[in-house]
């Protein structure tokens, strides 16, 4: 059967993270996998879900299945946090994934149902796994540029003249807040720009919000989705509870279904879930039976938003810090760095320069240089630096010919 198996490219994040994990010099600084770490470079549970796991193991009676679309408490809780404005709530459907990406894949199903072979727009650079998860499921994928070529920023005038080429029928992948790799949001005039465009020329939003209170507050993270609604009638969401609850392995995530009426929403819900149904059945339980026990508590939340509070203020902190010692050592390069948010800062870097990074020094940054913020601590900083530093500069003689 095998022999002739074709060999297609391995996940460039887990290429990373192999290839730390065979690394066994004692100084080597793990800044690849999107993971949130503390000052000791731990990914400790939050104490907000280990009280609701010991409520929940305390009082749970039963393993029985839930059922294709998960945990109903779980899903309205989610739509009460994200969308408390909703004014219809009857044409939203919410259903539980394994984790983001699983429901980047139910919507990649659904969509590809809906219209096969159909485009869907990625910001470039995406998040890498964006790469694999639509052609998989039959799209064809098409670049929208997001970031100016000299890594300063992003590019509002590009994104738009690229856009303004999506035609009825497209999706188009909007990530919310704390772009996967850049860094770069945009701001609300950009939003409502954006989604008056994207109204105009009939194509889909899918939204994708995996940091949500990593960039700037739970509540302003999910203002682009108020937007996005005041604007479209039909649009799916994609939420990650990984990184906000720190549920990681749990796998838990949710795919948000709205279209101009109640009908129309449950039939959209049905072929979603007929879509899960021939795939995975049913999404595991404990991370939503989590997530749903610390919403429906308000000692719970609090605590869980002030968590989350520290984490964002400590990625602020090192973000800083990282912008000015970089600029110290190689001046006016680096202050874009600084406006950028939520868990990532992107280099722009070569494949050559993150081979050095990695072979000479020991240093795993994510491709194109996206670099975990909150892997930095004061151990380590000097020697990212330093790292970075030395290949930069060895780039800058090599150009001018040294
Ligand atoms: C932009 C983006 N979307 C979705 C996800 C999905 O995360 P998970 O499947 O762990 O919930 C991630 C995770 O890194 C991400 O960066």
Redesign the pocket.
């Known amino acids: 059967m095998f022999e002739s198996i074709p060999t297609s490219p391995v996940d460039p994040i887990f290429k990373v993270m192999a290839a730390c994990q065979a690394d066994l010099r004692p100084g080597k600084v793990d800044l690849g996998i999107?993971v949130i770490r503390d000052a000791q470079g731990q990914t400790p549970v939050m104490a907000a879900v280990s009280q609701a796991e010991q409520q929940l193991y305390r009082n749970q009676r039963s393993k029985a299945y839930l059922g294709p679309a998960g945990r109903l408490e779980y899903c309205q809780a989610l739509a009460r946090l994200l969308l408390p404005t909703l004014t219809e709530p009857d044409r939203l459907a919410v259903i539980q994934t394994p984790?983001?990406?699983?429901a980047?894949r139910v919507a990649a199903d659904l969509l590809n149902f809906t219209h096969p072979g159909g485009r869907l727009w990625l910001s470039d650079p995406p998040?890498v796994?964006?790469r694999a998860i639509f052609p998989a499921a039959g799209l064809q994928l098409q670049d929208y540029r997001y970031q100016h070529p000299g890594h300063s920023g992003l590019d509002f005038d590009a994104l738009l003249a690229d856009l303004s080429h999506v035609q009825p029928g497209d999706t188009v992948l909007l990530?919310v807040a704390g772009h996967?790799p850049t860094g770069c949001d945009l701001n609300h005039q950009q939003w409502h720009q954006l989604s008056a465009l994207l109204a105009e020329r009939n194509a889909l939003p899918l939204l994708?919000l995996?940091y949500h209170g990593l960039a700037q507050s739970l509540t302003v993270d999910c203002e682009p989705l108020a937007i996005i609604a005041q604007y479209h009638s039909q649009w799916l969401l994609?939420y990650?509870?990984?990184k906000s609850f720190g549920l990681?392995n749990e796998?838990?995530?949710a795919l948000f279904i709205h279209t101009a009426n109640p009908a129309l929403t449950r039939r959209v819900q049905q072929e979603a879930v007929n879509r899960i149904c021939a795939n995975y059945y049913m999404p595991p339980d404990h991370g939503a039976a989590v997530v749903a026990t610390i919403l429906a508590s308000k000692e719970l939340s609090l605590r869980w938003q002030q968590e989350l509070d520290q984490s964002r203020q400590r990625l602020q902190q090192q973000r800083q810090q990282l912008v000015q010692a970089l600029n110290q050592r190689l001046p006016g390069q680096w202050s874009q760095l600084a406006s950028q948010q939520g868990l990532f800062s992107y280099l722009g870097l070569s494949t050559t320069q993150l081979e050095q990074l990695a072979q000479q020094h020991g240093v795993y940054l994510g491709a194109g240089g996206r670099i975990n913020i909150s892997g930095l601590n004061s151990q380590n900083q000097r020697i990212v630096v330093t790292a970075i530093s030395a290949v930069v500069r060895a780039d800058h003689k090599q150009a001018e010919g040294v």
């Open positions: 999107g984790g983001g990406t699983g980047l998040w796994t964006h990530q996967n994708d995996a994609c990650s509870c990984s990681y796998r838990t995530g």
